[in-house]
């Protein structure tokens, strides 16, 4: 099923929930298939493979709203859909910033041309799929020192999407993702060790070689191989880049839009103050082609725009869609995202945290003892005061070099100390939804051994 086909889907839901009673309403269909493909010892473990549509209806009655989804898009579905949520509404509290966007905050472009998130190739197909999946086994498992190859996978999916409202929004896009992962073991017992490499891009042309993201998964395996606890203190932590997004995470969830108005962010207080040290900048762009989280428009209808979260270490606005911009007296960024059968709540598309000019060799001797973090497991962040804690592995640095690798540690500090230190390394890898190099944070505290 084409967007084409979504369209009329779409629009229906609205039409019957207006006739159902509702003030106003907004209607999403999906539609979209996925084949994956696993392989174990040389020999096809699993293969999946999903079609389907999905419709989610939102409906909005005197200041109250529902939200209802199904999978079924037959007439007597879509009729029932609308009855149901109008009368779960009307049992809703009130909430007056909740409305659809004006006509004039619409967006013109309705689809994402020139985004290129969709792959305009052929789908590839199963056989495809296992090759990939197989030659990425194999370049692991020919590592000297790898056990095994717990899994190896490829897959894709493409799905479209069709937005409409009956504020006269009618809108809709496609999307690919091709992906391809490894995870390698390196040991026996309670010596094993395992770790992962694994890449997705919009467009086949942009994926690693699958061989190289196997070797990748069997080094990584092998640099930990006797893993230890490390020693208990207060130390530098070098967030390798592979979890160093997650630092900015927070932050992007401490300016949400949604946190906020509830006065659960602590970052509540601080519109207009330094965030990050002098120099940092942290931007969105929802446009930039090619990219994961690129959209044309959000899931109310509003036209996307690049913006800075962060100028110059500065904090610049919050995240907001239109309920919570209008709870805060201010106006929609554009950021609402939704599920079926949920309200729009706000998210960002692409991030990009400002790079530095030290290579994470740089940064491992400015250190001098510490440790770096590769992987992270459990969290305990409390997001009214910033405080912090976490699993942590990877490895320990001596005299300015790594020195061993290790594991079962806890790492903990304060977001807003913890972000006001960091120092960016050079290595942010393009093509993810967040763009950010490894991070240096000084003075928190280990518990290890």
């Known amino acids: 099923m084409s967007p084409?086909?979504?369209?009329?889907?779409?629009?229906?839901?609205?039409?019957?929930?207006?006739?159902?009673?509702?003030?106003?309403?907004?209607?999403?269909?999906?539609?979209?298939?996925?084949?994956?493909?696993?392989?174990?010892?040389?020999?096809?473990?699993?293969a999946d493979r999903a079609e389907g549509i999905e419709i989610g209806l939102r409906v909005l009655v005197g200041g109250r709203q529902a939200s209802v989804s199904a999978s079924d898009y037959s007439p007597a579905t879509i009729i029932e859909m609308a009855e149901r949520a109008v009368a779960m509404a009307r049992e809703a509290p009130v909430d007056d910033t909740l409305g659809l966007a004006d006509p004039d905050q619409l967006a013109r472009q309705r689809d994402a041309q020139g985004l290129q998130i969709a792959d305009d190739?052929?789908?590839?197909?199963?056989?495809?799929?296992?090759?990939?999946?197989l030659r990425a086994e194999a370049a692991a498992r020919d590592m000297p020192g790898i056990s095994q190859v717990e899994s190896a996978n490829a897959a894709f999916s493409r799905r479209y999407l069709w937005l409409a409202a009956s504020n006269g929004f009618s809108g809709g896009y496609g999307r690919t993702t091709h992906a391809i992962s490894t995870v390698a073991i390196t040991g026996e017992g309670l010596g094993?060790?395992?770790?992962?490499?694994?890449?997705?891009?919009?467009?086949?042309e942009d994926l690693p070689a699958p061989e190289e993201i196997g070797r990748l998964a069997a080094e990584r395996t092998l640099a930990r191989a006797g893993s230890r606890k490390p020693p208990t203190g207060a130390f530098p932590i070098l967030y390798d880049r592979r979890v160093a997004s997650s630092l900015i995470g927070h932050l992007l969830s401490a300016v949400n839009g949604a946190a906020v108005a509830r006065g659960a962010s602590w970052l509540r207080k601080d519109l207009g103050q330094p965030v990050l040290?002098?120099?940092?900048?942290?931007?969105?762009?929802?446009?930039?082609?090619?990219?994961?989280?690129?959209?044309?428009?959000?899931?109310?209808?509003l036209a996307t725009r690049p913006r800075k979260i962060v100028e110059g270490g500065?904090?610049?606005?919050?995240?907001?869609?239109?309920?919570?911009?209008?709870?805060?007296?201010?106006?929609?960024?554009?950021?609402?995202?939704?599920?079926?059968?949920?309200?729009?709540?706000?998210?960002?598309s692409n991030v990009i945290l400002t790079p530095g000019s030290a290579t994470p060799d740089d940064m491992i001797a400015r250190m001098g003892t510490g440790l770096i973090v590769t992987s992270m497991l459990g969290a305990s962040i409390n997001?009214?005061?910033?405080?912090?804690?976490?699993?942590a592995a990877g490895f320990w640095v001596e005299g300015g070099r790594i020195a061993y690798p290790v594991n079962e540690c806890t790492i903990a500090g304060n977001l807003r100390e913890m972000l006001m230190t960091l120092v960016a390394a050079n290595d942010a890898l393009p093509w993810r939804a967040a763009e950010v190099p490894s991070l240096l944070v000084g003075g928190m505290t280990v518990a290890g051994a």
């Open 4 to 46: 084409v086909d979504l369209q009329p889907l779409a629009e229906s839901l609205v039409d019957a929930a207006r006739r159902a009673g509702a003030d106003g309403a907004d209607a999403l269909a999906m539609s979209g298939q996925s084949t994956s493909i696993d392989m174990r010892g040389g020999v096809l473990e699993h």
């Open 121 to 133: 190739r052929p789908d590839p197909s199963p056989d495809h799929l296992q090759d990939l999946a």
């Open 192 to 204: 094993m060790e395992r770790d992962y490499a694994g890449e997705s891009r919009v467009w086949a």
């Open 277 to 301: 040290p002098e120099g940092f900048d942290l931007i969105e762009d929802p446009l930039r082609p090619r990219y994961p989280s690129s959209r044309p428009f959000d899931a109310e209808g």
């Open 314 to 348: 500065v904090l610049q606005g919050w995240t907001l869609d239109l309920a919570t911009a209008r709870k805060l007296g201010m106006d929609s960024t554009a950021s609402a995202a939704r599920g079926m059968s949920s309200a729009p709540s706000p998210t960002n």
């Open 383 to 391: 997001g009214t005061t910033g405080d912090y804690s976490r699993g």
